[in-house]
């Protein structure tokens, strides 16, 4: 009886487990997911358009376009052109054009020459650029072809290919030492990829009196060098704002600024040279305030005369710190903090002073180079660290060519005198300077001259 009854338990918890189990399944949910993915039609068409030859070429052939390997038609541009005298050139324009729906970006620029062109001299010249001058760099964007219009519109973007025997580089030397013709062939492969968060536009002209910094600078950086260059030969000068008497309450000083460099020629990066005439340097074009250049009274201690040079100098802390904080913080935010300043020696030292600066004075050779027949400056001992401002060059300025190196007060608009950074090496106390006719002068360190500084661009 006892076991009748545990069976009877036994087979009662089973069926409530089967209960339970079936009543479970009744109350589930089957979660299903049902989608489609559809793929829109794309197409990517990039490619050159049809070349136009500049007039004055040696040859009115335009390049033949065509198909490279692996490649769609008109991807590649074939030309052949002979130049017989210096000052032929050959040049064409050519459109890249985005026709396709995805936007592209340039992912790799691969140029060669065969045979290696003429070093010494080197007179034949060869360059590919977009047709505003700029360099194409990597990441420049080409656009998708505008969709809003029936049929869409292609985007393009001009390039410009020169080729030409220089002129001013040819020499009877190197004319007559040809043995015989010489076939130079040019290749420039430009790919194009799918754009991505790499992707940049463009960098366009800038003009330095109006456009703003960032602009400026964006130009600089990208190659667009043109509207600059013609600025800065032209002396193109752009207001400034300083509080001189760092008194944000009183009116502001209006002072004016100019370029005066925009090259970084090879010389730049060797080491211990001055950095102070490569790059983008920008410059006072008024002598904007007086100052002693350090206090004399025998040089022989660092910051007294010229003992020390321009490392020691008062000035050097006066550029650094008041002129510096009397900048509007647009600006002063944009001057490289670092660059390399290399200065001459006076009688009481004998090496030549290398320091890091954000503001400057120039030196003699960044002013008047080396040249002229007369009054050539030979007591400044860190001229060969330095080449002259690609401004002072492209004006002709040299010792005995001058007048393009004076300067005038804010104050008044007469041309007065103003200080250089290079120590006269014959002397304790001398500093050279720029005389009110822009020829050189020198003159003892506690003497009040006019000041012009100097700064870079990051």
């Given at each position: 009886?006892?076991?009748?009854?545990?069976?009877?338990?036994?087979?009662?918890?089973?069926?409530?487990?089967?209960?339970?189990?079936?009543?479970y399944?009744?109350?589930?949910?089957?979660?299903?997911?049902?989608?489609?993915?559809?793929?829109?039609?794309?197409?990517?068409?990039?490619?050159?358009?049809?070349?136009?030859?500049?007039?004055?070429?040696v040859?009115?052939?335009?390049?033949?376009?065509?198909?490279?390997?692996?490649?769609?038609?008109?991807?590649?541009?074939?030309?052949?052109?002979?130049?017989?005298?210096?000052?032929?050139?050959?040049?064409?324009?050519?459109?890249?054009?985005?026709?396709?729906?995805?936007?592209?970006?340039?992912?790799?620029?691969?140029p060669?020459?065969?045979?290696?062109?003429p070093?010494?001299?080197?007179?034949?010249?060869?360059?590919?650029?977009?047709a505003?001058?700029?360099?194409?760099?990597?990441?420049?964007?080409?656009?998708?072809?505008?969709?809003?219009?029936?049929p869409?519109?292609?985007?393009?973007?001009?390039?410009?290919?020169r080729?030409?025997?220089?002129e001013?580089?040819?020499?009877?030397?190197?004319?007559?030492?040809?043995?015989?013709?010489t076939?130079?062939t040019?290749?420039?492969?430009?790919?194009?990829?799918?754009?991505?968060?790499?992707?940049?536009?463009?960098?366009?002209?800038?003009?330095?009196?109006?456009?703003?910094?960032?602009?400026?600078?964006?130009?600089?950086?990208?190659?667009?060098?043109?509207?600059?260059?013609?600025?800065?030969?032209?002396?193109?000068?752009?207001?400034?704002?300083?509080?001189?008497?760092?008194?944000?309450?009183?009116?502001?000083t209006?002072?004016h600024?100019?370029?005066?460099?925009?090259?970084?020629?090879?010389?730049?990066?060797?080491?211990?040279?001055?950095?102070?005439?490569?790059?983008?340097?920008?410059e006072?074009?008024?002598?904007?305030?007086?100052?002693?250049?350090?206090?004399?009274?025998?040089?022989?201690?660092?910051?007294?005369?010229?003992?020390?040079?321009?490392?020691?100098?008062?000035?050097?802390?006066?550029?650094?710190t008041?002129?510096?904080?009397?900048?509007?913080?647009?600006?002063?935010?944009?001057?490289?903090?670092?660059?390399?300043?290399?200065?001459?020696?006076?009688?009481?030292?004998?090496?030549?002073?290398?320091?890091?600066?954000?503001?400057?004075l120039?030196?003699?050779?960044?002013?008047?180079?080396?040249?002229?027949?007369?009054?050539?400056i030979?007591?400044?001992?860190?001229?060969?660290?330095?080449?002259?401002?690609?401004?002072?060059?492209?004006k002709?300025?040299?010792?005995?060519?001058?007048?393009?190196?004076k300067?005038?007060r804010?104050?008044?608009?007469?041309?007065?005198?103003?200080?250089?950074?290079?120590?006269?090496?014959?002397?304790?106390?001398?500093?050279?300077?720029?005389s009110?006719?822009?020829?050189?002068?020198?003159?003892?360190?506690?003497?009040?001259?006019?000041?012009?500084?100097?700064?870079?661009?990051?």
């Amino acid at each position: 009886m006892r076991r009748n009854k545990k069976d009877i338990r036994l087979f009662m918890l089973l069926l409530i487990l089967l209960v339970v189990t079936i009543g479970y399944a009744l109350i589930s949910t089957t979660l299903k997911i049902n989608g489609n993915a559809t793929i829109t039609k794309q197409t990517w068409s990039v490619y050159w358009g049809v070349p136009t030859v500049t007039e004055g070429s040696v040859s009115t052939t335009a390049p033949t376009r065509g198909a490279d390997s692996g490649d769609p038609a008109n991807t590649k541009l074939t030309w052949s052109a002979t130049l017989n005298l210096p000052g032929d050139f050959y040049e064409f324009t050519v459109d890249a054009v985005n026709a396709g729906t995805i936007d592209a970006m340039i992912t790799g620029i691969t140029p060669t020459v065969s045979p290696a062109l003429p070093t010494n001299p080197d007179y034949i010249k060869y360059s590919v650029t977009y047709a505003d001058g700029v360099e194409p760099a990597l990441n420049h964007l080409l656009p998708k072809a505008d969709q809003s219009t029936t049929p869409s519109t292609p985007t393009t973007e001009k390039y410009k290919v020169r080729v030409y025997y220089d002129e001013e580089a040819a020499t009877a030397s190197s004319i007559n030492g040809m043995n015989s013709s010489t076939t130079y062939t040019f290749t420039l492969n430009i790919t194009y990829g799918q754009a991505d968060d790499n992707a940049v536009e463009k960098p366009s002209d800038a003009y330095f009196a109006t456009d703003s910094w960032d602009k400026i600078i964006a130009a600089y950086k990208g190659g667009a060098l043109t509207q600059l260059t013609e600025d800065m030969n032209a002396g193109t000068t752009r207001e400034v704002e300083l509080d001189l008497d760092n008194n944000p309450s009183t009116e502001p000083t209006i002072a004016h600024l100019r370029i005066a460099n925009l090259s970084t020629p090879s010389e730049c990066s060797t080491t211990g040279f001055s950095q102070t005439a490569c790059g983008f340097v920008i410059e006072f074009a008024d002598i904007i305030t007086e100052h002693i250049m350090n206090p004399y009274t025998d040089g022989t201690t660092d910051g007294d005369g010229n003992k020390g040079g321009w490392e020691h100098s008062e000035m050097r802390t006066y550029l650094n710190t008041d002129i510096y904080n009397a900048l509007p913080s647009e600006l002063s935010s944009k001057i490289k903090d670092d660059t390399t300043v290399v200065s001459g020696y006076g009688k009481n030292d004998t090496t030549n002073f290398t320091t890091t600066d954000k503001i400057y004075l120039f030196s003699t050779k960044e002013v008047w180079g080396k040249e002229g027949t007369s009054t050539v400056i030979t007591k400044d001992t860190a001229e060969a660290e330095t080449r002259q401002l690609d401004y002072y060059k492209a004006k002709g300025v040299t010792t005995s060519n001058y007048s393009g190196a004076k300067k005038k007060r804010i104050d008044n608009g007469y041309a007065y005198y103003w200080w250089l950074r290079s120590a006269t090496s014959y002397s304790n106390s001398g500093f050279f300077a720029v005389s009110f006719d822009g020829s050189w002068t020198t003159g003892r360190s506690d003497k009040t001259h006019w000041v012009a500084p100097a700064f870079r661009i990051a």
